[in-house]
């Protein structure tokens, strides 16, 4: 009977230990890249599923939709993201994809005039184009002044701001000037990427952002939850109907999308050409679209297990269904139900070498306690206080906006996401439990805050100039952190020594 219970107990004692094996071997890391248009969002999304599921971690660089669709196809990640479906020609690179809307978003035409400190400046589709064409050069037009009569207009050029890089947002915004206006579409047209006529570029919405928001008299393009986020002033525009000047709002956005979903094709068919840009309606605001994961029907060609692209179309599943709730926080309008349904049946259609996934429940674990408030920085959200914080946004834009731009940059931030991926959610985690750690956190990374702000006031053009700027900034942390620690306590032991000498 002893040898019984002993035999009874080890097999316990044993199972368990196969039990803590299986979940150590069952942590996986989804990677993801493309659009800055819905990566609060995204980024949110990574917070809360990892508190339900915190086997899964997701790394997600919002590189912007041209930089996604190019990773989908060369099947460096394991999803995509983008603001614009994929082209004919794109489709063809990658017959097997599939387009799986996440939300709604709306482009807002943002704003900085000092005699006008508020939102409300009323534009057509018509001024935004000649805005943009170079043809309204200051702000004081009388074709801006018509609409405007209540408004001290300045006699000041107006600096346009434009994306730079490939981009789903650019995609949305230039096909609506493309829709409203037969000029633009003669001489620019729409895509991800355009000649344009004016402006000074910038990377991401963030890089828009930060623009307008630095330098008086500018006008700029930006995503509806960065020039939230950013409390940034921006124009009502007048709908398709032509009847009102529409406030971009959650209800408005919600509004165009309304009774698009019955004549939307299905996931793995055709969506170039798809809109919901300028839609009719009262109430509908005009530059407004979906945006969508990209993900592949045969996973084994992006991913590395049948499990791992088991894990990845359940956070997919996850997004389109219980994480639609969290949209409305970051002022992202919740797809219909219809359009959930669209998602749902093209994620049945993902195999791996040929197995169907559609069954494969998430992998569950104990959930941590909900006491994140966000964070693409962990450590520096929690020690900031906020994902909004001017902190977070500025490590985002250096992020996104410089170390993105070079190959260098690149590898260091993909590199150092490993790294940093394996710490930052226990420390982020005991900065919110303990108060005075955090304080002691705060201190402790400012002045590596302070460092990095260098970064987004230089220019850099080559990858010399990245390796040299990134080498310096690293020694000089080293110098903070290490070098003057260290001198300071042999000159107090030097001081003390001659001390007790006298």
């Known amino acids: 009977m002893k040898v019984f219970k002993a035999a009874v107990v080890f097999a316990i004692l044993f199972g368990a230990m196969l039990s803590q094996t299986a979940i150590a071997q069952s942590k996986f890391t989804i990677t993801g890249a493309g659009a800055t248009f819905p990566f609060p969002l995204i980024d949110l999304w990574r917070v809360k599923y990892n508190q339900e599921h915190p086997n899964i971690t997701l790394n ?105 890089d490939g981009s789903g947002t650019t995609h949305v915004f230039t096909e609506y000037l493309h829709i409203v206006s037969q000029e633009w579409d003669q001489k620019v047209g729409f895509g991800k990427s355009v000649p344009w006529p004016v402006g000074v570029g910038a990377a991401g919405n963030e890089g828009v952002a930060a623009t307008v928001r630095t330098t008086p008299y500018s006008v700029g393009y930006v995503e509806l939850a960065y020039a939230f986020q950013n409390k940034m002033t921006y124009a009502y525009i007048l709908n398709g109907d032509g009847t009102a000047f529409v406030e971009p709002t959650l209800d408005t956005l919600s509004a165009a999308a309304a009774g698009a979903a019955p004549s939307l094709p299905a996931a793995h068919e055709k969506w170039d050409g798809i809109t919901i840009n300028n839609a009719p309606g009262p109430n509908s605001y005009p530059i407004t679209s979906f945006s969508y994961f990209l993900i592949h029907q045969n996973m084994e060609v992006s991913t590395k297990s049948k499990e791992h692209a088991a ?57 941590k306690p909900d006491s994140s408030q966000g964070g693409g920085c962990l450590i520096a959200t929690a020690a900031y206080g906020s994902e909004l914080a001017p902190q977070v946004q500025m490590l985002r834009e250096i992020r996104d906006g410089v170390l993105l731009n070079t190959k260098s940059g690149t590898h260091f931030v993909s590199g150092f996401n490993v790294l940093y991926y394996t710490f930052s959610p226990a420390v982020a985690d005991l900065e919110r439990d303990q108060p005075v750690f955090k304080e002691f956190v705060k201190i402790a990374i400012t002045p590596m805050v302070l460092t990095l702000s260098v970064l987004n006031y230089v220019d850099i053009d080559s990858e010399q100039e990245m390796l040299g700027y990134g080498i310096g900034i690293i020694l000089l942390n080293l110098g903070i952190y290490f070098v003057a620690p260290t001198a300071l306590i042999i000159a107090r032991k030097s001081f003390a020594t001659r001390k007790k000498r006298f």
Do not use: C
């Open 60 to 164: 997600y660089q919002s590189i912007g939709s041209g930089g996604g669709v190019k990773q989908h196809i060369e099947n460096t990640v394991n999803f995509a993201a983008s603001d614009a479906p994929l082209t004919t020609n794109e489709m063809n690179l990658v017959p097997d994809s599939l387009h799986i809307p996440m939300t709604i978003g709306g482009v807002t035409v943002s704003y900085n005039i000092p005699e006008v400190p508020s939102s409300g400046l009323r534009l057509t589709g018509e001024n935004v184009a000649d805005i943009y064409l170079g043809k309204i050069k200051k702000w004081n037009d009388p074709a801006i002044r018509e609409n405007n009569p209540d408004l001290n207009l300045p006699d000041r050029d107006i600096l346009v701001a434009r994306r730079s």
């Open 311 to 367: 894990e990845t179309v359940n956070l997919i599943r996850w997004t389109i269904t219980n994480g639609q709730k969290h949209s409305p926080e970051l002022l992202y309008v919740p797809i219909p139900s219809e359009v959930t349904e669209i998602g749902l049946r093209g994620l049945e259609r993902v195999t791996y070498n040929g197995q169907s996934l559609s069954e494969t429940q998430p992998t569950m674990h104990e959930a």
